[in-house]
């Protein structure tokens, strides 16, 4: 019985090389289906079927995922001011990678479709950005935890997480950030100027006597110079309050010490300068 062993080697070998070859393939084609997915729309929508698919283990690609919840009854704000941007993103990375050379799929999953895999993942606010690294291939990485992008300050632009992602993604291409041409904005702001450049051509022969008016400019000089000088440019810097509660509930006009002022004691102030003074 000693070729039995010998045997049984011979056989677990070409099926251990069948098994990586065909889990290889797999994963090839999962990404190759979810690809053409995203060339046609970027970022894909998900729900935990297709979450999972993308997802599993082995695979040669990375996942950016982004779970959120866009619904108005969750009241997530966060969610709703970073979605547009995050679109941005999906687009602009799929215009500049057609080919899939990045092996990176961006996609959204709401937890409207989601709801098992929130759970699963222990979520209790959004949105969050898991970035899922390959386990097989050339860029493999050791750990298969996804990493998670840090949203506490505030919510990023497209081109932020785009940084965000090449730092984890070397050796690869980082397609920049391509945004559409607001032709709407473009057209309000022509017919505007053109609109305001109207009106003053109209006008101008009101408008001129009272620009070349010594008295006019005199005016708004001494009015800034008051300004100034009783403190509203430290106002601007400091952001003072405009006024403040004494602690016995009335209100206090006039801050104590010589490093603090409130907006009204500026003003104040410029009155009293402006009030004339007899001559001895």
Not at 107 to 125: C, K, Y
Request: with cysteine; net charge positive; hydrophobic share 40%.
């Amino acid at each position: 019985m000693r070729w039995l062993p010998a045997l049984v080697s011979l056989v677990a070998l070409p099926l251990g090389s069948f098994a990586a070859k065909s889990s290889s393939s797999s994963s090839a084609d999962r990404f190759q289906t979810f690809h053409t997915q995203a060339v046609s729309s970027s970022p894909i929508k998900l729900a935990d079927a297709s979450y999972k698919k993308l997802t599993s283990a082995p695979r040669d690609y990375s996942v950016a995922v982004l779970l959120t919840a866009l619904d108005a009854k969750y009241g997530c704000q966060l969610c709703g001011m970073f979605q547009p941007e995050w679109d941005v993103l999906g687009k602009s990375w799929v215009k500049g990678d057609k080919s899939g050379d990045s092996r990176l799929i961006l996609s959204t999953l709401d937890f409207t479709d989601g709801r098992d895999t929130f759970m699963s993942l222990g979520l209790q606010t959004a949105p969050v950005l898991l970035l899922f690294q390959p386990t097989t291939g050339p860029h493999a990485v050791p750990s298969p935890d996804p990493i998670r992008y840090d949203f506490a300050n505030g919510v990023p632009n497209a081109e932020v997480v785009r940084d965000w992602l090449a730092r984890h993604l070397p050796d690869r291409p980082h397609p920049l950030i391509y945004r559409p041409v607001n032709y709407v904005r473009w057209v309000v702001s022509t017919v505007s100027f053109l609109g305001v450049l109207g009106v003053i051509f109209k006008l101008w022969p009101y408008l001129l006597p009272i620009l070349q008016n010594r008295n006019v400019w005199a005016g708004l000089s001494l009015v800034g110079i008051l300004l100034f000088t009783s403190g509203h440019m430290f106002n601007q810097i400091r952001k003072v309050p405009y006024v403040a509660g004494d602690g016995r509930g009335g209100i206090s006009y006039f801050a104590g010490g010589f490093q603090s002022q409130y907006g009204l004691e500026t003003q104040i102030i410029a009155f009293i300068c402006k009030l004339p003074t007899e001559s001895p």
